[in-house]
């Protein structure tokens, strides 16, 4: 007969989680996991509450790196077709792989997947591949000037050009 009234008690327990902050006596910071539930009498009311917490804190801090990290992933992954300049993604042999949109703004950097780079390119690009070491050159394309950037990543047989365009910085120097 005890045996069914225990039985009936936690067949009307209710459960509860969850997750709150709390701040420490000295003023920092945390995270609590609560879980518990509460046992019944046949009226419904309460007669025992029941539960555990657990500081999550390091997890939460843990779960914020993570994000914070991702988000700059993202960010990075958006990058080329978002940079407002130029940015070229070339084969060791010059062939282009990918053009961000900005290419077709300015002068001398309109380029197309599959064509081979320009001939003021080319050979940076070669360089760069050729040292494994990133190269930076004024180029004038269009009869305008960019600073460029080409960064090899030689094992994977590419590099990334990258320009911005300096022409009135280089006017106001002579």
Not at 20 to 45: H, K, M, N, S
Request: proline fraction near 7%; charged fraction near 30%.
């Amino acid at each position: 007969m005890v045996e069914a009234k225990r039985d009936d008690a936690v067949a009307q327990q209710k459960i509860f989680d969850f997750e709150f902050r709390i701040r420490r006596p000295q003023g920092e910071e945390g995270w609590v996991y609560c879980q518990g539930g509460a046992l019944y009498d046949p009226t419904g009311r309460p007669t025992r509450i029941f539960g555990v917490n657990i500081d999550i804190t390091e997890r939460k801090r843990a779960e914020e790196a993570l994000r914070e990290a991702h988000e700059p992933a993202i960010w990075l992954a958006r990058f080329p077709e978002q940079n407002p300049n130029p940015v070229i993604r070339a084969s060791a042999d010059g062939t282009i792989l990918y053009c961000n949109p900005s290419t077709t703004k300015f002068p001398g950097w309109k380029c197309e997947v599959g064509q081979v780079l320009q001939n003021e390119l080319l050979p940076l690009v070669g360089r760069a591949m050729g040292e494994g070491k990133e190269v930076q050159e004024d180029v004038k394309l269009a009869r305008r000037v960019y600073i460029v950037w080409i960064t090899p990543f030689p094992g994977e047989g590419y590099a990334n050009v990258y320009g911005r365009d300096i022409t009135e910085r280089k006017v106001l120097q002579y």
